[in-house]
């Protein structure tokens, strides 16, 4: 938990005994590397900060964000702000 809500980077928030996993970021199911929610009986869920995807449009949407570049936008978080540079 992280301010009262669900959120773990790099693991499942929630990890079930039965196999099952969900993974959180600031209260809401996302994932970028893959299903968010992945069940026991094998079904898996897309998710990104809360919006549900089939799969194929999961796929199609990572591959639009990768292919826009981030050079010169700003992020500010925790109020911090981070420029983003071309390598």
Same mark, same amino acid.
Request: charged share 20%; hydrophobic share 30%; proline share 2%.
């Given at each position: 938990?992280? !301010?009262?809500? #669900?959120?773990? %980077?790099? +693991?499942?928030? %929630?990890?079930? =005994? !039965?196999?099952?996993? @969900? ?6 199911? @996302? ?9 026991? @009986? ?5 998710? #990104? ?11 199609? @949407?990572?591959?639009? #964000? ?5 050079? +010169?936008?700003? =992020?500010?978080?925790? +109020? ?8």
């Amino acid at each position: 938990y992280q !301010d009262g809500e #669900l959120n773990r %980077i790099g +693991g499942p928030a %929630i990890d079930y =005994v !039965d196999g099952s996993k @969900h993974y959180y970021q600031n209260g809401k199911l @996302h994932r970028f590397e893959g299903p968010a929610s992945i069940f026991n @009986h094998g079904a898996r869920e897309y998710w #990104l900060y809360g919006f549900h995807y089939t799969e194929s449009q999961f796929h199609e @949407h990572i591959n639009q #964000l990768n292919q826009r570049s981030c050079a +010169g936008r700003v =992020v500010e978080s925790k +109020g911090r702000k981070y420029w983003f540079a071309s390598v």
